[in-house]
C-alpha cells in the first residue's frame, strides 16, 4: 500500500469539553465524533502553553516551551520566529511528503514556511510584515458582495461580545479554509503522499458564526459557567468593563450569547470538517489517511470570572485530541486516560509513518498507550505561561489528569485541585492541611522541573517566588536565531 496521506486539522482556542463525543450534551459535532469513533479519543491531553504562539511552536516542533525559547505571550516573550533545527512539516518533506498548510499559522514573518512547500494564510487582523495582507483576506475582498471589510461587525478579535456573521456565509473564514483545503487535495502532486495542516481561525473569538449557528445555541439550554471559591480574586470592575475584558462579571446575557457564538462557531466547523472527510472519502483517500485533531488552547468562556486562555485552569489549559490511524495501521484503543501534550503529536505522526524521530523532540509518540493501557508512560504533564494581561498570571502547572497542581511564581500562590471529583476545579484544596502531603509532593516534582533550567525559580529545595524579579525569559530563542549553523535549522524543504 502507498505511504499514508497525513491530515492535522487544527482549530483556536477550543476547549477540551465542547463535543458531543466528550459528554457535552448541548454541543452538535457529528463528524468529529464520527472521526473519534474511527479512533483514540485522548481524556486527558493538555496544552504545553495556552496561548497561540508558544502552543503551536511546540506542536510544530514536538518541543517543550522552554526550548521553543517561547514561554508565553506575554513580557519579554518572542514570536514564533524561524530556524528552528526540525519541525513536522520540514521532515514530512524531506521524507518526501508534499507539504502545505492552510489558515491560521502565527509564524513570524508571516510568509515563513518553516518546513510547509506551502501556506495559504487566514491571520485574522494581525499584519504584523510591513506590506502583508493574507490570503483570505485579499479573497474575501474579491468576493465580497458589498461595501465592507471582513471585520465590520465591530466585535473585536480577543472580546467576550458575540453577535452573527455581518457577511453572507459563503464568505466565512471557517467555510474559506475547507475550501482552501480540497482545492489542495484537488491541485496536489498526485505522484506523492500529502501532509496537509487545516487550520482554523475559530472558534477563537469573535464569537461570530453565521446567523443559522449562533440562532442553533441561543435558546438551548448551555452549560453554566464553573465559579470557584478561589473566583473572587478575579472579579475586578474596572478590567470587566473593557469590551476585550481578561476578567470580571459580566451579565448572565452576556455570558449566554458568547457561549451560543462559541458553540455556533465550533458546530459551523464540525459542519465545515465533515464536507473535507466527505471530500476524502469520494476521492478514495480517507482509508490510508492518517488523521488528527487538536485545538492550541482552550477559552474560558466566563468560568472563575475568566476570559480568553493564558491559564492553567481546564477551560483555558485542557484541550481535545483524536487521532485516527490510517487503516493499514489496524486497531487502536477507543480512549486513552493517560496525560498527552501537544509535543506529542509530531513524535506520533512520525511514528506511525515509520519515520525517524528528531533527537531535539520532548515529546513522545502516542501509538504505544493507543495499542496498550499498560504500556509505560509519562506520570503527568507540565505547562506553563509568561505574564500575559497581569504580572500575577504567570504560572506553571502540573497535572496526571486526576489532580492538578498550579504554581504562581509572581505571588508565591499555589492551587491544587482533585480533578477526578471536582473537573471543572470548583474547591481550591492547597490551604487545607489534610491535603498537605498532596501538595508537598506535586511542588516536588515542580522544583524538579523547574531547577534543570537553573533560572532562579527554586533553591534546589523549594520555589523561589519572583515578586519584583526580571521576567522569565528561555534563552534558547535566542541560541536559535543566531545561526542556522549552530541548529542545523533549514527554512523550507
Known amino acids: 500500500m502507498a505511504q499514508p496521506n497525513v491530515l492535522l486539522i487544527m482549530t483556536d482556542q477550543q476547549r477540551w469539553d465542547t463535543l458531543g463525543c466528550c459528554g457535552n450534551r ?19 491531553a493538555y496544552t504545553p502553553s495556552p496561548s497561540c504562539i508558544p502552543a503551536r511552536s511546540c506542536l510544530l516542533t514536538g518541543m517543550d516551551p522552554w526550548n521553543t525559547g517561547i514561554l508565553g505571550m506575554g513580557r519579554g516573550q518572542r514570536e514564533m520566529g524561524v530556524n528552528f533545527a526540525h519541525t513536522l512539516p520540514g521532515e514530512l518533506a524531506q521524507a518526501g511528503y ?83 483545503s480540497i482545492k489542495f487535495l484537488r491541485e496536489r502532486d498526485p505522484g506523492k503522499p500529502f501532509f496537509l495542516k487545516t487550520s482554523f481561525a475559530r472558534p477563537h473569538s469573535p464569537y ?6 449562533f440562532d442553533l445555541y441561543m435558546n438551548r439550554d448551555l452549560p453554566e459557567p464553573a465559579v470557584g471559591d478561589f473566583a473572587g480574586m478575579y472579579d475586578v470592575p474596572q478590567d470587566a468593563v473593557r469590551p476585550d475584558a481578561w476578567r470580571g462579571v459580566r451579565s448572565p446575557e452576556e455570558i449566554r450569547r458568547a457561549r451560543a457564538g462559541y458553540y455556533g462557531s465550533i458546530t459551523q466547523i464540525d ?29 474560558m468562556l466566563g468560568d472563575h470570572h475568566l476570559w480568553r ?21 489496524g486497531a487502536s484503543r477507543p ?13 506520533t505522526i512520525l511514528d506511525a509513518l515509520g519515520l525517524p524521530v528528531p533527537e531535539t523532540v520532548d515529546g513522545a509518540s502516542l501509538l504505544p498507550v493507543m495499542r496498550d493501557g499498560g504500556a509505560p508512560w509519562r506520570q503527568f504533564v507540565h505547562g506553563e505561561h509568561s505574564t500575559a494581561y497581569a504580572e500575577e498570571q504567570e504560572m506553571q502547572y502540573l497535572t496526571d489528569g486526576a489532580m492538578k497542581y498550579i504554581w504562581f511564581p509572581r505571588t508565591g500562590v499555589e ?10 476545579e470548583l474547591r481550591n484544596l492547597a490551604p487545607h492541611a489534610a491535603h498537605g502531603d498532596d501538595l508537598r509532593r506535586w511542588r516536588a516534582r515542580l522544583v524538579h522541573i523547574l531547577a534543570a533550567r537553573d533560572a532562579g525559580l527554586t533553591d534546589g529545595d523549594n520555589l523561589v517566588c519572583q515578586k519584583g524579579r526580571p521576567y522569565l525569559v528561555s534563552p534558547m530563542y535566542d541560541r536559535r536565531m543566531r545561526g542556522i549553523e549552530l541548529f542545523g535549522a533549514r527554512r523550507g524543504p
Request: aromatic share 12%; net charge negative; proline share 7%.
Open 26 to 44: 448541548a454541543i452538535e459535532t457529528p463528524n468529529l465524533d464520527w472521526l473519534a469513533a474511527m479512533g483514540t479519543r485522548f481524556t486527558v
Open 98 to 180: 508534499h507539504t502545505q498548510g492552510v489558515g491560521k499559522m502565527h509564524f513570524y514573518p508571516q510568509r515563513s514556511l518553516n518546513g510547509f512547500h506551502h501556506t495559504v494564510l487566514d491571520e485574522s487582523g494581525r499584519a504584523h510584515d510591513p506590506g502583508f495582507e493574507s490570503d483570505y483576506k485579499q479573497w474575501f475582498d474579491r468576493n465580497k458582495t458589498g461595501d465592507y471589510g471582513i471585520s465590520d461587525h465591530g466585535v473585536d478579535w480577543n472580546s467576550w461580545m458575540a453577535r452573527p456573521y455581518h457577511a453572507p456565509e459563503f464568505l466565512h473564514p471557517t467555510n474559506w479554509t475547507v475550501n482552501e
Open 335 to 347: 480512549v486513552v486516560e493517560q496525560p498527552v501534550c501537544l509535543q506529542d503529536i509530531m513524535p
Open 415 to 424: 492551587q491544587l485541585f482533585d480533578l477526578s471529583g471536582d473537573p471543572y
Open 309 to 329: 486562555k493564558t491559564y492553567a485552569y481546564e477551560g483555558s489549559a485542557h484541550v481535545p485530541l483524536i487521532v485516527r490511524l490510517p487503516q493499514s495501521a
Open 208 to 213: 461570530d458564526p453565521p446567523q443559522y449557528y
Open 271 to 299: 459542519q465545515q470538517i465533515g464536507r473535507l472527510l466527505t471530500f476524502l472519502r469520494k476521492s478514495g483517500l480517507l482509508d490510508n489517511t492518517l488523521i488528527v485533531f487538536t485545538s492550541d488552547h482552550g477559552d
